[in-house]
């Protein structure tokens, strides 16, 4: 099983930055795809970005031109940069593994949990106006 340990929320104005980290247990490059979700209370798991093991990069609309995602194999870490931070933009946010094949996509994203097996506990961002 892949341990995943997600870290650098906190709570910051719109118009902010934050960058997010993501460990891996395991050798990243052996991972195909992760991926980085955020949930509210009450609402499903919603996939923001993934990155799959070539370095292919998908993300939602809603964060297109705002986040990004990159990776260190040397660490073991991936990373969910996010700029210019809107109220709407606070949740816990989850990073997630999909090992095997496949694809690695908005649609794998939406998906989640159906396609994604490993989680991490969650770091908590909140953006205030």
């Known amino acids: 099983q892949v341990q995943l340990y997600e870290s650098g929320g906190g709570s910051g104005q719109a118009g902010g930055s934050l960058r997010l980290s993501c460990q891996s247990s395991v050798d990243i490059a052996s991972l195909y795809c992760m991926g980085w979700f955020r949930q509210v209370p009450g609402k499903m798991h919603e996939g923001v970005a993934s990155i799959d093991s070539d370095g292919d990069i998908s993300y939602i609309d809603s964060v297109k031109g705002r986040f990004s995602v990159s990776k260190d194999n040397a660490k073991n870490t991936v990373y969910l940069h996010m700029n210019n931070l809107k109220p709407e933009d606070t949740a816990m946010y989850y990073c997630?593994?999909?090992?095997?094949?496949?694809?690695?996509?908005?649609?794998?994203?939406?998906?989640?949990?159906?396609?994604?097996?490993?989680w991490g506990q969650g770091t908590q961002v909140t953006v205030s106006s």
């Open positions: 997630a593994a999909k090992r095997g094949g496949g694809f690695c996509d908005s649609g794998s994203l939406r998906k989640g949990e159906a396609v994604f097996a490993d």
